[in-house]
């Protein structure tokens, strides 16, 4: 294992990059812990299979460095990295039995037959396959053939990280669940480094301890699932993470005020003017439906029951707003909204905005 920096990097795939938007990665510049357990989060085409070819070895970057416990791997091959990899498809050998396939990684590297033998067996019990050991992977169903890919990945302990690029998007509904508590049972067994990219929120916010989010080519946060949940450190964040998303509005900022079309929110904190695009954000969770004089008006226009919660979806003027409401709380004809003035955030350009101290 090791600890991995990625020293400002960034990549363009087309020569003689020069406006930002040339790069597939902008600019990263980012510790991997030494037995960290990470997902890299994003929307399809925001640069995760890039960075993790960067990391692989697969592609060199346009600039910056890669370190691998502190030494500079950069310009090194994947096979000289010593990491594993699980892709999105099954990488195995149709025509050789389960246990060679898990083999196959330790006897490539010379290790010896005896210890091969007890890597195999510790490997397929830790992922459910002690039984079918001896069974030509062909007949196995696309499940079971993802789940030997994966246990390919964890057979070597020596790894420097096992990257995983969205390793259970072939697999069962029911048995992804299975496989994604077995891969955090694993971390926590083992510590192997491991990353983990995936565009779904609940793969991401279930296997990892550090979730790293990347939106258009850039690393918009890097935080723990609670993190990222209390204080999106970009407004993408907070759309992406949470369900529904963080209400995102336009408005305008002065002291401890937001305008947003011609009404008042109180933000519980002094900020500075602010030039740029201006944009207060609130989880649905902080924004309360009451009756009365207090908030703002809002118009309800539709109210879904999703079990132990409603979601209130409503308009504030031009701007739509949701609301979690508790199961069985009223919902006003001509509702308020009253925004948690601790839990108003405000962004500039995407990007969060500390207030004055
Ligand atoms: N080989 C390539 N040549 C040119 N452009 C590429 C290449 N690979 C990726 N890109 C572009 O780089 C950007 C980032 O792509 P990348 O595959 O890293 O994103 P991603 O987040 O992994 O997306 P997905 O979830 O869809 O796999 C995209 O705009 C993509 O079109």
Redesign the pocket.
């Known amino acids: 294992m090791a600890r991995i920096d990625l020293d400002h990097i960034a990549h363009a ?1 087309r020569p003689n990059p020069t406006r930002p938007s040339d790069f ?1 990665l902008k600019e990263v510049d980012l510790t991997w812990d030494d037995g960290g357990a990470y997902a890299l989060l ?1 929307p ?7 960075l993790l070819n960067v990391i692989s070895g697969l592609l060199v970057p346009s600039r910056g460095r890669i370190l691998f416990g502190g030494q500079d791997v950069t310009r090194l091959p994947t096979e000289a990295r010593n990491i594993a990899q699980v892709f999105q498809f099954p990488v195995i050998y149709d025509t050789m039995s389960v246990y060679d396939n898990l083999a196959f990684p330790l006897r490539n590297r010379k290790v010896p037959e005896a210890e091969v033998d007890r890597a195999v067996r510790e490997t397929a019990g830790m992922i459910g396959l002690t039984d079918k050991l001896s069974r030509r992977a062909r007949g196995l169903t696309a499940d079971e053939k993802q789940t030997i890919s994966l246990g390919r990945g964890l057979v070597r302990q020596d790894v420097n990280a096992i990257l995983f690029d969205e390793p259970l998007t072939v697999i069962d509904p029911h048995m992804k669940w299975r496989l994604r508590s077995q891969l955090k049972h694993l971390h926590k067994r083992y510590g192997f480094t491991m990353i983990y990219v995936t ?1 779904d929120q609940t793969e991401a916010l279930t296997f990892a301890d550090k979730v790293v989010v990347m939106y258009e080519g850039e690393v918009v946060q890097v935080g723990t699932p609670d993190e990222l949940f209390e204080r999106p450190r970009h407004t993408f964040v907070g759309y992406f993470i949470g369900s529904p998303g963080m209400n995102v509005m336009a408005a305008e900022v002065a002291g401890d005020l937001a305008r947003v079309g011609g009404h008042e929110i109180a933000l519980g904190r002094r900020y500075r003017p602010q030039t740029g695009k201006v944009e207060i954000g609130v989880r649905p969770e902080f924004v309360r439906l009451v009756d009365g004089a207090a908030g703002v008006p809002i118009t309800v226009r539709a109210v879904e029951d999703v079990g132990r919660y409603r979601i209130v979806r409503a308009r504030l003027g031009e701007k739509e707003i949701n609301a979690v409401v508790k199961e069985g709380a009223p919902i006003p004809g001509d509702a308020r909204a009253v925004l948690d003035p601790a839990r108003v955030n405000v962004y500039v350009d995407g990007h969060l905005v500390e207030p004055e101290v």
């Not at 399809?44 to 890039?50: V, Y």
């Open positions: 795939y597939a994003g399809s085409g925001c640069g995760k299979t890039t565009h």
